[in-house]
């Protein structure tokens, strides 16, 4: 039982440059989310799926794609990467509505 | 709309002193609340919740938290602080059952011998 896995743990960008974070779990949750979390800003969610098939809007989604391909994975594409966007990503999962998040180890990405 | 606050961002404790991270929400109906602990290049792993039950909250590695609807506080605690539990902490609510977590800012715990 891995929990929830993302993919890649680095990379850096160029300005301009697009690319898909990945993450999986393997606990049959329902629900999964992607934070960025920057300095001093604690975590803050892009998007989030309530179940397969459905994606939502979170706090800061402008710059960001989403797919839910299946249950188990979450991609987050960034389709044109800026310097903003440099941050460390983290993908969660929760079983149903009254549980917490369980989080991944997260993805640092550089843009430059 | 909803929001969390933790009040310092740094704190500093000697090992074996007290620790208490605090955390007030804002919310017209009592909400779900968590703590979560973030080590350096590490996810977030839960430290306890609060789901309506009992106020006093008790967590692993010895941490609790008492929830007060009065002062809209859920306030972490840890009677003796050890050197591993230098990390940053971070309270999160959930407005309503099913919605997204909101976090706090966090707080970065140091414990010094």
């Known amino acids: 039982n891995a929990g929830v896995t993302q993919t890649p743990k680095f990379q850096v960008l160029k300005t301009g440059q697009s690319m898909t974070l990945q993450c999986a779990q393997d606990?049959?949750?329902?629900?999964m989310y992607w934070y960025r979390q920057d300095p001093g800003m604690g975590l803050r969610l892009i998007y989030y799926s309530a179940s397969e098939g459905t994606t939502d809007k979170g706090e800061v989604p402008n710059g960001y794609n989403v797919s839910r391909l299946n249950k188990r994975e979450f991609s987050l594409r960034l389709e044109s990467a800026a310097p903003s966007q440099t941050s460390v990503y983290f993908c969660a999962s929760r079983l149903d509505s009254y549980n917490e998040q369980f989080f991944g180890p997260g993805t640092r990405l550089t843009v430059l | 709309a909803q929001s969390v606050t933790q009040l310092g961002s740094h704190v500093s404790v000697s090992e074996g002193a007290l620790v208490l991270l605090r955390c007030n929400y804002s919310s017209s109906v009592p909400p779900y609340l968590f703590w979560y602990v973030q080590y350096p290049n590490q996810g977030l792993q839960l430290l306890l919740k609060?789901?309506?039950?009992?106020?006093l909250v008790k967590g692993i590695n010895g941490f609790e938290a008492e929830f007060k609807k009065s002062e809209t506080s859920f306030h972490l605690t840890k009677p003796s602080a050890h050197m591993s539990d230098a990390a940053e902490y971070f309270c999160?609510?959930?407005?309503?059952?099913?919605?997204?977590?909101?976090f706090g800012k966090g707080t970065t715990l140091s414990v010094s011998s």
């Open positions: 999160a609510v959930m407005p309503l059952a099913g919605t997204a977590l909101i």
């Open positions: 609060y789901t309506s039950a009992a106020t």
């Open positions: 606990m049959n949750h329902n629900s």
